[in-house]
Every structure is written in structure tokens, then in C-alpha cells.
């Protein structure tokens, strides 16, 4: 008998269906959860979502053992431990900064967090690019980007942004120097592919690291420009982008200046990045107290 074309096709589809039912199972869950943690943002509830938030995070990492190179889960996994790092360790050992124990227990959590977070990203990327290693990005960040496309602008966001966040926390930083080149070299790519994306958020980014002293590589201009930059494209809106450019200013008058027009923002009514929002105003509390 010689079939079709089509009951050819038909046929291979049916025998895929049946060869690998959990499979497919798997990835229409992987698919669903790699949608997850967009529902957390748009949560008013810091409290609810602080507790959700490790459930969903670590059915993610069952799936993973399932299905280690499935890219939708791998990204997930990277944005949502970077993002529950920040809002329920990081900004928290800030806001018990004089609980000297309690917060540098936090802080070493938040730090193994952003290098979980930064670990599946960089998995996520070598799949995608097979040779893109962590070893191949220190030796020349700006050659191993180099092949990556717009649709990888979250990919590089979300690994400066674990990566980045790390190195704040590190006990070690000196140590750790040569690696701001390659969390600059990521955010770079990303504005260079698509500079608008989410709203501002990679100018947000930029602020603390064009905020450094101008032995590494920073200056007031460029933490400015960035600032203005996330402000445009936020509709004026960004309560991160305030927060970021207050804690790389030494003028307490400014500081303080910024930080007020951060909390002078409506986070409920913000159509997106609402609970980062409201995280990073919670920031702004606990930095506005040590204002002197």
C-alpha cells in the first residue's frame, strides 16, 4: 500500500503521540510553567506570592531533571529565582540591616540564589548556543555574544541581572572584579539588539554599573542617562530606575530626592511589573531610614 503525503504525515504523528506520551506531557507543562512567573507579577500581595513563589519554583526544577535542555523552563527558572532572590532575600537583608545576623544570613542566601539563577541561564544559553560558556564569555564576552539575536534580549537580561546582583553581595569583591566586563558585555548586547525592551528594564540595569567609580568604567553622566532613558520608556513610571541611580549617589539631599519620587509612585496601578515595583519600594523604605 503506498500512502499520501498527508497519511503520511498523519501516520508520524501518530506514532510520536505514541511513542512519548510523557514527553509530551512534559511539555505542555513546561510550557504552562514557563508562563508562571508573569502571573506572580501583576500580584499586589508581597506575602502571598512570597509564599507561593518556592513551590512553583521548585516544580520547575522537577521538570528540569525531566527535561534538562528545555529552554521555556531554563529561562524560567533563571528570571524566577533572580526575581524571588531579590524581593524576598536581597531587599529583605536590607530592610533588617541592623539585625547584623539576620541580615548577613540573608545575604548569603540572596548570593547562592542570583548563582542558581545565573547557573540555568547559562545552561539555557549553551543549549541555545552550543560552545557559549561561562569560560568562553570571560575570555571575550563581547566575540561569544556576538551570535545571539533579538529573541535572546531576555537571555542576556536575566544573566546580567543574576549575574550583576551577585557580584553586589559577594564578600569578595575585588576578587571578583573582572567579571562586571561581562555582566557590561551582556547588558550591552541586549540594548544594542533591542534597547525598549520591557519598558526600560535594561537601562535599569545599567544604572548601577555606569554608577561606578570611573576607575571601573563608571560615571555620573552615563548613570544619568540611563536613568533618563528607563524614565522615557517607563512613562515615568519606573520605581526601580529611582532606587538604582539613589543608591549610586553620595549626596544625602539627592538621595533622599530619589527615593521619594520612587514611593511617590502608584505601583497598583501599573499595568506590568507591578510586584517588582512595589518590592523595590520596599527598598526605598529601608534606604530612605539610613538617609542621614
Known amino acids: 500500500m503506498v500512502l499520501t503525503r498527508g497519511a503520511l504525515v498523519f501516520v508520524l504523528l501518530l506514532f510520536a503521540a505514541a511513542c512519548s506520551p510523557k514527553q509530551m506531557a512534559l511539555n505542555r507543562m513546561a510550557a504552562a510553567m514557563s508562563e508562571a512567573t508573569s502571573v506572580y507579577d501583576t500580584d499586589t500581595d508581597l506575602e502571598f506570592v512570597r509564599l507561593a513563589a518556592p513551590s512553583t519554583l521548585k516544580t520547575i526544577e522537577m521538570l528540569l531533571q525531566q527535561s534538562p535542555n528545555h529552554t521555556g523552563l531554563l529561562l524560567t527558572a533563571c528570571s524566577g529565582?533572580?526575581?524571588?532572590?531579590?524581593?524576598?532575600?536581597h531587599v529583605e537583608a536590607e530592610v533588617r540591616s541592623a539585625e547584623a545576623e539576620a541580615a548577613k544570613e540573608l545575604r548569603a542566601r540572596a548570593g547562592n540564589m542570583y548563582q542558581r539563577a545565573r547557573g540555568y541561564c547559562l545552561r539555557g544559553l549553551e543549549v541555545k548556543y552550543p560552545g557559549l560558556?561561562?569560560?568562553?564569555?570571560a575570555a571575550d564576552p563581547a566575540g561569544a555574544l556576538k551570535p545571539l539575536k533579538v529573541e535572546d534580549?531576555?537571555?542576556?537580561?536575566?544573566?546580567a541581572a543574576?549575574?550583576?546582583?551577585?557580584?553586589?553581595?559577594?564578600?569578595?569583591?575585588?576578587?571578583?572584579?573582572?567579571?562586571?566586563?561581562?555582566v557590561r558585555a551582556l547588558l550591552s548586547r541586549a540594548k544594542a539588539l533591542d534597547d525598549t525592551w520591557d519598558r526600560g528594564s535594561?537601562?535599569?540595569?545599567?544604572?548601577?554599573?555606569?554608577?561606578?567609580?570611573?576607575?571601573?568604567?563608571?560615571?555620573p553622566a552615563a548613570a544619568r542617562a540611563d536613568f533618563d532613558k528607563a524614565m522615557q520608556l517607563s512613562d515615568r513610571k519606573s520605581v526601580f530606575a529611582h532606587v538604582a541611580l539613589a543608591v549610586t549617589i553620595a549626596d544625602p539631599v539627592e538621595k533622599r530626592r530619589l527615593l521619594e519620587q520612587a514611593l511617590a509612585i502608584d505601583a497598583s496601578t501599573l499595568a506590568s511589573r507591578r510586584l517588582t515595583s512595589l518590592i523595590a519600594q520596599r527598598y526605598a523604605r529601608a534606604l530612605l531610614r539610613a538617609v542621614r
Open 81 to 89: 529565582f533572580t526575581q524571588y532572590s531579590y524581593g524576598f532575600l
Open 202 to 219: 535594561i537601562y535599569e540595569a545599567l544604572i548601577p554599573f555606569d554608577g561606578l567609580p570611573p576607575l571601573l568604567g563608571g560615571s
Open 162 to 182: 543574576s549575574w550583576g546582583a551577585d557580584l553586589s553581595l559577594a564578600p569578595n569583591q575585588l576578587t571578583r572584579i573582572a567579571e562586571v566586563a561581562v
Open 133 to 137: 560558556t561561562a569560560q568562553k564569555l
Open 153 to 159: 534580549v531576555p537571555w542576556l537580561y536575566w544573566t
